[in-house]
């Protein structure tokens, strides 16, 4: 079991935001199976996503990776808070929903917390300990035509992570957490958490620097590895086996296997940053860090947590293997 502000991910295992988590059916039988400690909605906007046949997923052959074009859900945030409404009312179980959110802009962001949390309200999660419902803020998908992930310029951020962060001045038990790139130099990490660290909130009843908390409750990383290319014969099943390449858009996002050692890396770094002999943000140690990346093993999990992960995540053998994913994950050997 992990905490994660006012949620509680027990067993500290759930899936990543992805297609396969898109609908109300992929959502209550990841919150029915017994091996999920948490479950993630896809990726929701105000309006939902245009999608279309380019938009697409293929499995690797040889292991378990994949390489998608995807962009955000084709349904609107509000189809998610009906959806969320309905499996919670038909259970009394403490595992929460992780409600994953995009915006580009402050006031579409604002509007999208305060449905959240209107909904919260009325279902007494804002009062319930431990509480059932969490937001995500999704700054990394590599696949949105003319919007590079904006967690690659981290300092543009800011203007939506100030509405994260007076949200939670407002209620301090919303759960907040940040879905992250995969980085590859130290800077972009210290760089994140420098913005982080600025925006640390001092109770009023305790003046001491060391009584700050970071309004960010959790980093998962990482996302899939943009601008990644397969050829069509390198994926047997590839839906496109008339063209040259596996996608129709030639490039997407990469995942499993084949970024297994990058997450780790992610995992690790961010880890020792946050809470290592070294750790530079001491404002930031309320925050926890859910690892995602090729994690299609007992093994792989274990590795995971063995980094610095607080709860494990995964989306690649989910989408190869169905709800079932989540047990191979706790039984393997």
């Known amino acids: ?53 380019s938009h697409t997923v293929v499995l690797g052959g040889s292991n378990t990776s994949a390489l998608n074009s995807y962009g955000y859900s084709p349904h609107p945030l509000t189809e998610y808070l009906v959806w969320v409404r309905q499996i919670l009312e038909r259970s009394e179980a403490d595992k929460p929903i992780i409600i994953s959110i995009t915006s580009s802009t402050p006031d579409g962001l604002r509007s999208m917390v305060t449905s959240i949390q209107d909904l919260r309200k ?23 035509r003319n919007a590079s992930p904006s967690g690659y310029s981290f300092k543009s951020l800011t203007p939506l992570l100030q509405v994260l962060s007076e949200e939670f001045s407002a209620d301090k038990t919303l759960t907040i957490g940040l879905k992250m790139p995969p980085y590859v130099y130290r800077e972009q990490f210290t760089d994140a958490l420098e913005v982080l660290a600025a925006l640390s909130i001092q109770p009023e009843s305790d003046t001491t620097p060391s009584s700050a908390i970071s309004p960010i409750s959790f980093l998962t990383c990482t996302n899939t590895l943009g601008n990644s290319l397969l050829f069509s014969h390198q994926i047997p099943t590839s839906p496109n086996t008339l063209g040259e390449f596996a996608l129709p858009t030639v490039v997407g996002g990469l995942s499993g296997d084949s970024i297994h050692p990058l997450a780790l890396g992610n995992v690790y770094t961010f880890s020792q940053l946050l809470r290592g002999p070294d750790a530079r943000f001491p ?17 792989a999990r274990e590795r995971m947590l063995s980094v610095g992960a607080d709860a494990v995540a995964c989306a690649t053998l989910f989408g190869k293997e169905g709800v079932q994913a989540f047990e191979i994950l706790s039984t393997s050997e």
Do not use: H
């Not at 404002?283 to 093994?299: A, C, D, E, H, W």
């Open 1 to 53: 079991m992990t905490s994660i502000n006012s949620v509680k991910v027990s067993p500290a295992l759930l899936n990543s935001s992805c297609a396969w988590s898109s609908n109300l059916r992929d959502l209550q039988e990841l919150y029915d199976s017994p091996y999920t400690g948490a479950i993630t909605t896809r990726t929701a906007t105000l309006a939902g996503f245009k999608e279309d046949e």
């Open 122 to 144: 009325e279902i007494g999660d804002t009062s319930r300990s431990p509480s059932r419902i969490a937001i995500e803020l999704n700054t990394s998908c590599p696949n949105i």
């Open 283 to 299: 404002t930031l140690s309320n925050i926890r860090i859910i690892g995602v990346g090729g994690v299609t093993s007992k093994q």
